[in-house]
């Protein structure tokens, strides 16, 4: 497909479990963004990766978050020893490098976590 | 104080009205300002992105910034009920290439 693609759509889980979740950036696309966004709140920062630089993790709330992106591809954000405050819309984007300076991110459908 | 403020609404508007939606924002290092747009249970789509003051126009869109003021408008001429959407507004620091987003506007075009 063209756009982001995220996986999987829904999931549901109960507290203390691993959970986690894929994204698929745009062909070509070297940026790649991983934000959360609560119910009622804004897109909340978690990581940025770009081409084989190492990754600005800046805004991972704990050490209990985690991603990856293997091949300057797919990437994956894992949630360890899920708390019911994890519950959110996780959003993958994606952008090309010479655009991400100007904030042209294309996004996925989003991921919605229900830590139970 | 939040990088990006945005009034959370929601705003509620008859079809065919000029709508304003409204950021303000600190730090004023060089820097790009961007609307979104999110459809219920969809991801964020970009609508428009500008970086000096002044207006940008893009069909019934307007975005304008008024560094002076930290202000940063969208303005939608003709609205229609498919314009019902949260509206957020974002912008870059210089030297990053992370937005920051605000907590997004609902905005409801009723026929």
């Known amino acids: 497909g063209a756009g982001v693609s995220q996986s999987p759509s829904n999931k549901v889980t109960e507290k203390g479990k691993d959970v986690e979740l894929r994204c698929d950036p745009i062909?070509?696309?070297?940026?790649l963004y991983w934000y959360r966004q609560s119910l009622g709140q804004g897109l909340e920062f978690l990581i940025y990766f770009q081409g084989n630089s190492a990754p600005d993790k800046s805004g991972l709330p704990s050490d209990r978050f985690s991603a990856e992106r293997t091949g300057g591809s797919v990437s994956t954000l894992t949630i360890q020893r899920t708390q019911q405050e994890d519950s959110a819309v996780y959003l993958c984007?994606?952008?090309?490098?010479?655009?991400?300076?100007?904030?042209?991110?294309?996004f996925g459908e989003g991921s919605r976590l229900t830590v139970l | 104080q939040k990088e990006v403020e945005q009034d959370p609404g929601p705003l509620s508007v008859p079809e065919g009205a000029i709508v304003s939606l409204n950021c303000t924002y600190s730090?004023?290092?060089?820097?790009?300002f961007m609307w979104y747009r999110q459809y219920s249970r969809k991801g964020p789509e970009l609508l428009m992105y500008?970086?000096?003051?002044g207006n940008k126009e893009d069909g019934r869109f307007t975005a304008q910034v008024d560094k002076s003021s930290k202000y940063i408008s969208l303005f939608i001429r003709d609205s229609q009920p498919s314009d019902s959407a949260t509206y957020l507004c974002?912008?870059?620091?210089?030297?990053?290439?992370?937005?920051?987003f605000g907590r997004g506007t609902s905005l409801i075009v009723h026929p």
């Open positions: 984007a994606s952008s090309l490098k010479a655009r991400a300076g100007t904030g042209e991110l294309f």
């Open positions: 974002a912008k870059t620091r210089g030297g990053s290439y992370i937005p920051t």
């Open positions: 500008t970086y000096s003051s």
């Open positions: 062909s070509g696309h070297t940026a």
């Open positions: 730090n004023s290092a060089f820097q790009y």
